[in-house]
């Protein structure tokens, strides 16, 4: 909202300027206020984690060790930052599903299945259709996009003609979408080469015209030194162009001021002549479709194929990235990178110090919740501000 | 010493006047963001008195009770309880000091019961469980000879508007204050239940305790207030007693100039009928609200529709924007059947809307005040251009409509919940006058408006229907109506049971129709009062 509070390029005569602008001042101290939640959260949640420790393992000795590795490990190893950024990938797709649906109004909390269902198409179409890369990429990624948006069409259409809660019917189809992924990957479009005891329950290759490079060569020519196989492909590039695209939708387009009027005050939305119910259909479809990119990294660039055991709870994930990006294309991104370092400094831990991997396990939640928690105190801190400001007259 | 305290210990007379005083305030001032909100507030409260603070929107009104109940604290100056310096910092400390505060908007559980609600916060216990039995004994006990019997088993949801304020009331009186800051307590109320409540305060007020409260009518301050205390701009510009004064030196001392709300002649004649709506019929749940209403509205007219709330005007007026299915009848708009169509449709055919609940319908709180000031008009150019807003031009449209319309806010790029209700209200109406509609829809475009701001929009309603808009004003102000209206229908049950020419209408006439007690015969309305009164046909 930053872009209407600045102040026009032009001067505007007929504008008494002390009259709609917000004093500087406010401003600043607005901006520090949103500061003080991430800093604030950050540092409590390492206070609570050097706690968890000492009350775990009672020895200072790890407390320095789970440090250094999350430090060393987690952002300063040479595959570090690839790790991060690749893994952070599929999160971003994921969170910004979640967002889009939370902007409406919309509690979508079947992104799990509906990138299942996505990444299964895309698989489906990226070994089974060969065409030159032009052709066949693009028509694999929308084959994710669709099966997503398809997953996502079954509950948005029921809420709208038949008022059945989405929540109840996202989580129903993550557990059909489980059943489906079982079945065909164990029948219909299982890899006939994979027989007997070691069996693989997953697709053929995909056909090199539908996969999706690596991007360690280019980070590595511009001086970077990541190790081949780091998981780090050109849909990262998408995650963030997805992103700004999602930032620019929300705030520069009438569909996300229709969304957002209609997600902050459905009550409004309708003598605003917003027609509610194809706007909670398109956020839906909109929401499916998004999430069908969050698993196409796995099936285009690292595994090549749709495996059985490639779900990895994205879909969920993404609820907190989300709820902690505010919804925000900025603050998803920085979300989905801090759970992705989070991932990376916890595989640090398992490796190089004594500290089992349940305390990792507990140090994240920890780190999640107090953020969730000074997220929330700021909030609140800001709205007894605002009200404050909100009686300056009558 | 300080000065005060030289004064006090001075005793005499002086002493014996200022410990008689419940509240006192002295040089308070708040200032917010650069803008001071009370200026030098001295004010003083008697035991026992009714007394009312009146003001335009934005004269420091409700900033000052705030301090009162202590959600907010003076930049300056003190306040004095019952002669006492106090240090008001929580409503907490405010009710330890028997001071109670009953909001515009009421602060109740509607699923809990009268009792529950009335005992919240201080429940009669029996070892660690409550005791119900116990609190509905005692609100009984409060409730007993104040007002029509209240049904403590009730719940609040099932209970009137006028009832729920009781139960704000009797929840103050179970916490012991005897100083009640009532804050625009008729705003929500219909006539009927303003008289109950002023009842209630005369009796409050014959038990000894002291009210202090804000309204926007004059004529219901007059009626109930011992004395009256005139803000202006954050300064107190006088305290009078009701007995010595009228409506028109107080609105005087309100807005700084003679005002007089009269009837605002227009040089329009009205045209041919634009709004047609036949037969319409509204069932919700197994009641017929609307019950085969016809009515007509032409260009350049203003047709005011009077009643009693609750006789089906907010139903009909959702039918005609589009919010409601009707479940028969015809709605015609410039001939084109809009029965079945949206509220986009309808906009775009030249609808404009002020809804009755501009907080809750016509805005969208946390959004900014230039994407308010263009809510329902976003999608048309210039404001979106190829599914892309320009926000210049939003930004633009909403300066405009802020400087037109007198909007006070620190700048349109603040969340609309900045405004006072007010000052949201006018933004609201400046948007919808702002689409150029051909037929304006307005449910009680002043209600909670000050005297200045409602001619200013009495003006625009009048110069919106000479520029030729047809406009149909709902409105249970029947002063509004007789102001404003060419022709005047009377909604009782769902039906227009009288139709009258505006200016031939006076209020005792309408009253009657109203109340039910005589019904015009609704097919005469069809007759000659009905037709275009002849020396209003436009000449051709």
Redo the contacts between chains.
């Keep these: 909202?930053k872009?209407?509070?600045r102040p026009?390029p032009e001067p505007?005569p007929?504008?008494?300027e002390a009259?709609?602008?917000?004093?500087l001042r406010?401003r600043i101290r607005g901006f520090a206020f949103q500061l003080l939640a991430p800093v604030a959260s950050l540092l409590i949640a390492a206070v609570l984690g050097v706690l968890v420790i000492l009350i775990v393992q009672q020895s200072w000795g790890d407390v320095g060790d789970v440090a250094d590795a999350m430090w060393s490990y987690g952002l300063f190893n040479r595959n570090s930052l690839a790790f991060i950024l690749g893994r952070a990938t599929p999160l971003i797709f994921a969170g910004l599903a979640v967002a889009v649906a939370f902007k409406a109004g919309l509690f979508n909390i079947g992104v799990e299945g509906q990138y299942a269902i996505g990444a299964l198409a895309a698989g489906y179409v990226g070994y089974q259709l060969s065409a030159p890369t032009v052709i066949h990429l693009p028509l694999t990624i929308l084959a994710g996009m669709a099966g997503g948006l398809i997953w996502a069409a079954v509950p948005a259409l029921l809420k709208v003609y038949r008022g059945a809660h989405e929540v109840i019917s996202t989580i129903m189809m993550n557990f059909v979408a489980n059943a489906v992924l079982l079945y065909l990957l164990s029948g219909a479009l299982k890899d006939p080469s994979q027989r007997g005891a070691i069996a693989q329950q997953q697709t053929p290759q995909v056909e090199s015209t539908a996969q999706v490079g690596s991007m360690v060569p280019f980070f590595n020519s511009i001086g970077f030194d990541f190790r081949g196989s780091a998981p780090l492909s050109w849909f990262f590039v998408l995650a963030i162009v997805a992103a700004v695209l999602y930032a620019l939708t929300v705030?520069?387009?009438?569909?996300?001021?229709?969304l957002?009027?209609l997600g902050?005050?459905p009550?409004?939305a309708?003598?605003?002549?917003?027609?509610s119910n194809a706007m909670i259909l398109k956020a839906m479809l909109l929401s499916g479709a998004v999430a069908g990119l969050a698993g196409l990294q796995d099936v285009l660039a690292i595994d090549d194929r749709m495996k059985l055991d490639y779900i990895r709870g994205y879909g969920f994930t993404a609820i907190a990235i989300a709820l902690l990006g505010r919804n925000s294309g900025l603050g998803i991104v920085a979300a989905a990178l801090l759970f992705s370092f989070l991932d990376r400094a916890s595989s640090g831990i398992g490796l190089s110090t004594d500290v089992p991997k349940e305390v990792t396990d507990i140090l994240k939640g920890v780190i999640i919740l107090t953020i969730v928690i000074a997220y929330e105190l700021v909030r609140r801190m800001t709205a007894r501000r605002?009200l404050?400001?909100?009686?300056?007259?009558? | 010493m300080t000065t005060e305290a030289t004064e006090v210990t001075g005793g005499g007379p002086e002493e014996a006047r200022r410990r008689s005083l419940a509240i006192e305030c002295r040089g308070i001032t708040r200032r917010y963001a650069g803008v001071v909100a009370n200026d030098q507030i001295d004010l003083q409260v008697a035991e026992g008195e009714i007394h009312a603070l009146v003001g335009e929107n934005g004269a420091g009104k409700s900033t000052l009770m705030k301090m009162l109940y202590g959600l907010e604290q003076p930049d300056e100056g003190e306040i004095l309880v019952r002669g006492e310096p106090q240090q008001i910092e929580s409503p907490r400390k405010a009710i330890e000091l028997r001071i109670g505060m009953v909001h515009q908007h009421f602060m109740l559980v509607d699923d809990f019961t009268v009792a529950e609600n009335i005992v919240l916060g201080d429940e009669p216990s029996h070892g660690g469980r409550l005791d119900l039995d116990e609190a509905e004994r005692r609100v009984e006990e409060l409730a007993r000879g104040f007002g029509t019997p209240l049904d403590p088993h009730a719940r609040v949801e099932d209970i009137g508007v006028g009832q729920q304020q009781r139960v704000e009331i009797l929840k103050l009186l179970y916490r012991g204050a005897d100083i009640l800051i009532l804050d625009e307590p008729t705003a929500v109320l219909v006539p009927q239940e303003v008289e109950e409540l002023f009842a209630n305060m005369r009796q409050l007020k014959a038990d000894g305790k002291t009210i202090i409260f804000i309204a926007h009518s004059l004529d219901e301050v007059l009626q109930v207030a011992d004395r009256i205390t005139v803000l202006r701009d954050g300064k107190v510009i006088g305290t009078v007693d009701a007995a010595d004064t009228d409506t028109h030196k107080v609105a005087e001392m309100m807005v700084g100039r003679p005002v007089l709300l009269r009837r605002v002649e227009g040089k329009a004649t009205p045209g041919e009928p634009l709004l047609q709506v036949k037969d319409l019929r509204v069932i919700v749940g197994g009641k017929e609200l609307v019950a085969g209403l016809d009515l007509d509205v032409r260009r350049s007219e203003i047709y005011g529709l009077a009643g009693v709330e609750g006789n089906g005007q907010s139903e009909l007026v959702e039918a005609l924007v589009g919010l409601r299915k009707p479940d028969a009848g015809r709605v015609y708009l410039d001939d084109d059947d809009l029965t079945r169509a949206d509220v986009r449709t309808r906009r775009h055919a030249g609808l404009a809307y002020i809804p009755e609940d501009r907080h809750a319908r016509g805005m969208v709180l946390q959004m900014l005040v230039s994407e308010n000031a263009v809510l329902g008009q976003h999608e048309r150019e210039p404001f979106t251009r190829h599914g892309l807003l320009d926000l210049r031009a939003i930004r633009r449209r909403a300066v405009e409509l802020v400087r037109d319309f007198r909007v006070k806010t620190p700048s349109v790029g603040v969340p609309g919940y900045a405004l006072s209700g007010g000052n949201q209200q006018k933004l609201v109406l400046g948007r919808e006058f702002a689409s150029k509609p051909k037929l304006l829809i307005a449910a009680h475009p002043t209600r909670g408006l000050d005297i200045g701001a409602t001619q200013f929009v009495w003006q625009e309603l009048v110069e919106a229907r000479d520029a030729g808009v047809a406009v149909l004003l709902i409105s249970a102000n029947l002063e509004e109506i007789l102001a404003l209206a060419d022709r005047v229908g009377v909604i009782y049950d769902g039906r227009v049971v009288a139709q009258l020419r505006g200016s031939e209408a006076t209020m005792s006439e309408l009253g009657l129709y109203m109340t039910g007690a005589s019904s015009g015969d609704p097919d005469g309305a069809g007759g000659p009062e009905a037709g275009p009164p002849a020396d209003r046909e436009p000449t051709a």
């Design positions: 909202m872009v209407e509070e026009p505007e007929e504008v008494e009259a709609v602008r917000v004093p406010q705030r520069r387009t009438r569909f996300g001021f229709e957002r009027v902050t005050n009550r409004a309708e003598p605003a002549g917003i027609r605002q404050r400001e909100q009686h300056e007259r009558a």
